[in-house]
């Protein structure tokens, strides 16, 4: 794995955790293992060889000097896997996204003679073309990105990725049907119980229980779109003087965000919390009347279905999200949420406003935003599908060695 709680509290980190405890609770033993010299490099100068997160085992591969090229350095992590590998003995391996990891997955699983998984999370050549410009997307760097991830892919003894969207991409490319498998994000533990009022969770998060809420739990990043929210949240402010914005999370584009509500004059309409400990956004999700997912039309986000949504669903919110295929697979426009299209500030301000002034409707969808993902988007249901998967290919393999 690239990186891994506790040290890191993305969504990569969490899907990862999920899928860990779900495929435990389903009686397989696992051992997480993180890339070369993590956390380390990330700044945690006193990480241990080994975590142990709610009862999930994470392994350090934390030499003494790391090697100076890369490839030196993917040898270094190859040999030292292939060491914790021959200790636990694994059945299967699995790596995620992007091609460095399916690289020493590869040759580790090979040199055990066992099968291997890749874990396609994202179009990770699209998401770096994405903040450098259309041209990007013509370079030999974005060409060569593309040809090694598609080359992991077909090596591999299965892909899975996370929706349906991204699973043509990968069909694309030459991976055959057979070999694919769609374990969507998902929720588990908390967000299965049933969600506080709004009242209550505005009351712990000192927030005004008249107030509405708009707003979003979210990597503050230049194709999330927030500036289109911003601006779709400036057109509403006038007519409707209840409404408040909340942004919760960090990154890049979080200055240019802060001074965007500053020039409109809605700071004081306005909540930016930063980044917050996973439990404190489950509430925020509890408190919102709709949940924003305004991102910008690129490739990546055509294809890569995000994590928050869902859990916003979980917590029984309406979710109004970018007309994008990937989105489209989470929302149900009409039924539990809205659709609106991307990169259109008036449309979405317009969607936005026929749910804030319809409290039953709001309740309606959330209820059966809710009951959907309880069917059909859990973590428990993404493991008995690896379980099933990992059985085959364990016993195809088995019947090649006899």
């Known amino acids: 794995m690239t990186n891994s709680v506790p040290h890191t509290a993305s969504g990569y980190a969490r899907r990862s955790h999920s899928i860990l405890i779900a495929q435990e609770e389903a009686g397989w033993d696992t051992l997480a293992v993180t890339r070369l010299g993590y956390p380390v490099q990330i700044g945690v100068l006193t990480a241990r060889e080994s ?13 003494g000097n790391m090697a100076k090229t890369m490839d030196e350095r ?23 996204t992007h091609f460095v990891n399916g690289l020493v997955a590869r040759e580790v699983a090979n040199a055990l003679s066992i099968p291997w998984v890749y874990e396609v999370r994202g179009q990770l050549a699209d998401t770096w073309a994405s903040t450098r410009g ?5 370079s030999e760097r974005y060409r060569l990105f593309v040809e090694r991830e598609a080359e992991l892919m077909r090596s591999a003894d299965l892909v899975v990725t996370l929706g349906n969207s991204m699973k043509r991409n990968i069909l694309a490319v030459g991976v055959p049907e057979d070999r694919i498998l769609i374990a969507p994000n998902a929720v588990g533990g908390d967000y ?5 009022t709004q009242l209550d969770a505005r009351q712990c998060l000192g927030l005004d229980p008249e107030g509405l809420y708009i707003g979003t739990v979210s990597s503050l990043v230049d194709y999330e779109g927030l500036d289109d929210l911003v601006t779709a949240f400036a057109l509403l402010a006038l007519r409707l003087p ?3 914005l909340v942004v ?43 949940f924003v997912v305004p991102r910008k039309d690129l490739a990546v986000t055509r ?35 809205r659709l609106s299209d991307a990169e259109n500030p008036a449309g979405l301000a ?26 059909t988007r859990t973590w428990k249901a993404n493991a008995e599908a690896y379980v099933q998967a990992y059985e085959t290919l364990a016993t195809k393999y088995m019947r090649r060695a006899s």
């Open 134 to 138: 259309p041209e990007a997307r013509s």
């Open 51 to 63: 975590d142990v997160v709610d009862g999930i085992s994470y392994k350090r591969l934390l030499p």
């Open 242 to 244: 209840q409404l408040r």
């Open 74 to 96: 993917l040898q270094q992590q190859a040999e030292a896997l292939l060491q914790v590998a021959r200790e636990f003995r694994p059945s299967v391996i699995q790596t995620t």
């Open 248 to 290: 919760v999370g960090d990154g890049t584009a979080a200055p240019a965000l802060h001074d965007q509500v500053l020039r409109l004059g809605l700071s004081g309409r306005t909540v930016f919390t930063g980044r917050v400990p996973a439990d404190q956004a489950r509430i925020y999700h509890q408190a919102l009347d709709v």
């Open 303 to 337: 294809s890569v279905t995000p994590l928050k949504p869902v859990e916003a669903l979980a917590s029984g919110r309406p979710v109004v999200a970018s007309r994008l295929d990937a989105l489209s697979e989470i929302v149900d426009d009409g039924v539990n949420g």
């Open 350 to 375: 317009e969607v936005l406003k026929e749910l804030l002034e319809d409290s039953e409707l709001r309740l309606r969808m959330g209820t059966a935003g809710r009951q959907e993902v309880l069917d």
């Open 192 to 196: 299965l119980r049933e969600p506080m």
